[in-house]
């Protein structure tokens, strides 16, 4: 086993990776950005070093600067948690020619899974079930025309390097097809760099459902159950949990093993997970594979009771699967939350800043990962999720009520965060039913709100009464912060003053 | 003490006194039986008349002060009819206002040159932050009078984008 491995990340993943180094009696190295000094994967860290300015590009996405700490601290492996580094076949490679093990697949596995196109066209030999669609990029305008025509209208067409969203356009009828072809093309050249964009058969608000896979690298692979991914905003996750409502035994156990042939095809090592689209009629079809490990597996590792950071360890340490696929079951329910620093109320503007109060949920069924803590400015420089609120039950309405009374227990203030979006969607009677699809949230949203109710107003005046009557017995009375009867609010800031002058 | 505070446009008179044990309240000359006690700083464990509630205090950097109970959010004004200076009275509609970058970013583009007439909501600036871009628009109707940023710049939470009047 690893003595010390280095985390090339920051956020809750770097801290959820170095716990379990720390369960696993493994040394951690944390790196860092100037921006990032205090962030909270730096204070659970068993060691530290500074690797660049805040731009990702010069500290997180920064290879030789990774490497160079990687050799300097004495770490043996790197995980690359998701984002940044985790799926850079180039990161694999160097990872690999510097004589440190990269935690995940081999960088030949991530190369072919990186190009949609390329990853088509292995699959469509492994028999894989695919949308409709040409498996290349499209050459002309006649040629999108031909193809179009022969899958039938609607179609979708998406950028081959792809993913977010980018570069994908849908086109319901003919006449929309050029001009489509033309912005899709630009969008994922601006995107990904690569202009190449292929076209599918268009399934109308379909499921998107994930199977997660693990593989040792003695040729054993197996898949630990789905996760339901269709609660999303313009084609990012909101919610995930596992399993799904919609899935039976049945189609599970019948994308598991596409999903373990999609591996095997690959010649994946370690875990993985393989995204399909599943319509109304449950045919589903292989949409992609991430080759990282995804923010949502926590829901995987509760139902399945599997630590997969650990499995990810021994995995890249050469240890064989200490389970074969009969010896997984499934069993309860459990709901992510992902927790963004955003503004629900003013179209999910951003919201970096001072987390100036923290209060967490706790308790029954509640799992948090997070990487926030009051006191910490929120940097503006990357992603703004903060923390993924897990809960889960005995069955899907346990795991649900669980959440909600949570998302009641938690506060973050100073910053705006979307918990009270994911309230919404909790008491949703069609989310309760398990009645969603990819276009499910964004119809949600469109819909009215409920008038939220406002009868605590008499309770807010006397708390703001007393909150002023603490300030005011808590200013210095000697100092002349109390002149003027100034709003109590700035006798904060007049002590604050007097302190600095001291 | 007394206080006026506003809250929803609705104004409540509070008479507060510190007493033995806890607090003898009357909110607009009604008494109340409450107890308070502040559990940590901004955040205080309230019975009223034996209902329990957490009222969490967030101030902004504009000088806001919220309160929330439960999921909702109460924007209030404390002001103290005995003091001298009074609060200013925010959000005058004719004057000029200020277009303030709610978060700290980088200036993509600028949507609008400066004496442009503008319609209330209509776009001004693009910031980006986090990766997103956001079109910060108009908070009036009314005539650009003043750029402060160039595009490319970097901006601070609070900093003056443009002047709208």
């Known amino acids: 086993m690893f003595k010390k491995i280095l985390i090339a990340n920051r956020g809750e993943i770097a801290v959820r990776v170095i716990r379990a180094c720390r369960e696993m009696g493994i040394a951690s190295v944390a790196v860092y950005s100037d921006v990032d000094r205090a962030s909270l994967h730096v204070r659970k860290a068993d060691e530290a070093y500074h690797i660049g300015p805040a731009a990702a590009t010069e500290s997180y996405l920064n290879i030789a600067k990774i490497l160079e700490v990687a050799k300097r601290s004495g770490a043996e492996a790197i995980h690359p948690g998701y984002g940044f580094l985790s799926e850079n076949g180039q990161f694999a490679q160097a990872c690999a020619e510097a004589g440190v093990k990269f935690i995940g697949p081999t ?182 594979m991430n080759t990282r490990l995804q923010v949502e597996h926590p829901v995987t590792e509760i139902v399945t009771g599997l630590d997969l950071v650990h499995l990810q360890i021994r995995i890249a340490a050469g240890e064989k699967l200490p389970f074969a696929q009969d010896e997984i079951a499934l069993r309860g329910h459990a709901i992510e939350c992902r927790i963004y620093a955003e503004d629900p109320d003013n179209n999910y503007f951003p919201s970096p800043g001072k987390i100036t109060l923290l209060l967490a949920p706790s308790g029954p069924g509640i799992r948090r990962d997070s990487g926030m803590y009051e006191g910490w400015t929120v940097p503006v420089d990357y992603d703004p999720l903060l923390a993924k609120l897990i809960g889960y039950g005995t069955d899907r309405t346990q795991a649900i009520a669980r959440l909600q009374r949570a998302l009641d227990e938690y ?66 009375a000697s100092s002349n912060g109390n002149r003027n009867g100034l709003p109590a609010s700035s006798h904060w800031k007049e002590a604050a003053r007097q302190e600095a002058l001291q | 003490m007394i206080y006026d505070v506003l809250i929803d446009g609705k104004k409540y008179r509070l008479q507060l006194e510190r007493a033995e044990a806890g607090w003898v309240c009357h909110l607009n000359d009604s008494p109340v039986r409450l107890d308070a006690v502040l559990s940590r700083p901004e955040v205080l464990s309230i019975l009223i008349d034996g209902k329990a509630h957490e009222v969490k205090r967030e101030r902004s950097a504009n000088g806001e002060v919220h309160l929330w109970i439960g999921p909702s959010r109460y924007a209030v004004e404390v002001n103290d009819p005995r003091g001298l200076a009074r609060k200013r009275l925010a959000g005058d509609e004719r004057g000029p206002r200020r277009l303030v970058a709610p978060m700290p970013g980088k200036v993509l583009r600028i949507l609008i040159s400066e004496k442009a007439e503008v319609e209330a909501g209509q776009g001004i600036l693009v910031v980006e932050a986090m990766k997103m871009q956001n079109e910060i628009k108009a908070p009036k109707k009314g005539i650009v009078r003043k750029l402060m940023v160039v595009e490319g710049a970097a901006v601070n939470a609070g900093d003056i984008l443009a002047i709208v009047e």
């Open chain 1, 411 to 476: 506060f973050v203030g100073g910053i705006k965060t979307n918990i009270s979006l994911f309230r919404r969607i909790l008491s949703d009677p069609d989310f309760g039913q398990g009645r969603i699809d990819t276009g499910y949230l964004d119809r949600l949203l469109a819909s009215p709100r409920q008038a939220e109710d406002r009868n605590h107003s008499a309770v807010a005046a006397i708390a703001a009464g007393v909150f002023a009557a603490m300030d005011a017995a808590m200013a210095p």
């Open chain 1, 107 to 288: 960088a030949a596995a991530m190369r072919m899974m990186g190009s949609k196109t390329r990853a088509r066209q292995a699959m469509e030999k492994a028999g894989v079930p695919f949308v409709p669609g040409t498996s290349r990029g499209l050459a002309s305008h006649d040629e999108a025309e031909q193809a179009a025509a022969r899958f039938g209208y609607p179609v979708m067409l998406k950028a081959a390097a792809g993913g977010g969203g980018k570069g994908m356009r849908l086109v319901r009828a003919p006449q929309e097809l050029r001009s489509a072809l033309d912005a899709a093309r630009s969008e994922a050249e601006r995107a990904f760099g690569d202009g190449e964009v292929y076209l599918e058969k268009a399934i109308l608000n379909p499921r998107h459902i994930e199977v997660q896979v693990l593989a040792d690298e003695h040729g054993n692979t197996v898949y630990l159950g789905e996760r339901e991914c269709s609660t999303q905003r313009r084609h990012q996750k909101v919610i995930e949990e596992a399993p799904s409502s919609f899935v039976d035994d049945d189609l599970r156990r019948r994308m598991g093993d596409v999903a373990v042939r999609v591996a095997q095809a690959a010649g994946y090592t370690n875990a993985g997970t393989i995204e399909f689209l599943v319509d109304a009629e449950r045919n589903f079809y292989f949409l992609e």
